[in-house]
């Protein structure tokens, strides 16, 4: 099993197929092709994370997001956010969020913090 670091995107590239490949055959944890595809995923994920990093979402498109996942109004925001006018102004940017919307937000909703907080 020759397993080597991921230094650039060639192979990157063929790290991708051979992960591909092992994931269509499902190999079983703890063979020998379980063990180089958990290796070479982890060697992936590694790679990704330093050169395609993601960015967090805004946090109003977050709440939104949120609000449509879970089929709530704006006077469902009511209690994480204050009264109706100040959940518009926080939908529409025209107010921040203070540091007790973010952490009712993130207990009742489940947004993580670091969203919230931008």
């Not at 937000?105 to 931008?118: D, M, Q, S, Y």
Request: net charge negative.
């Amino acid at each position: 099993m020759e397993i080597r670091p991921i230094h650039n995107e060639r192979d990157y590239k063929e790290a991708l197929q051979t992960v591909s490949r092992l994931v269509d055959v499902d190999p079983e944890p703890g063979t020998p092709d379980g063990d180089r595809l958990e290796i070479l995923a982890t060697l992936v994920e590694r790679y990704e994370t330093e050169h395609f990093p993601l960015d967090l979402p805004d946090p109003v498109e977050a709440i939104k997001f949120r609000m449509e996942q879970a089929g709530l109004s704006a006077s469902d925001m009511q209690p994480y956010i204050g009264n109706l006018n100040r959940v518009y102004e926080v939908l529409n940017r025209k107010r921040g969020l203070s540091l007790s919307m973010i952490r009712r937000l993130n207990r009742e909703l489940k947004i993580p913090a670091e969203v919230l907080i931008g």
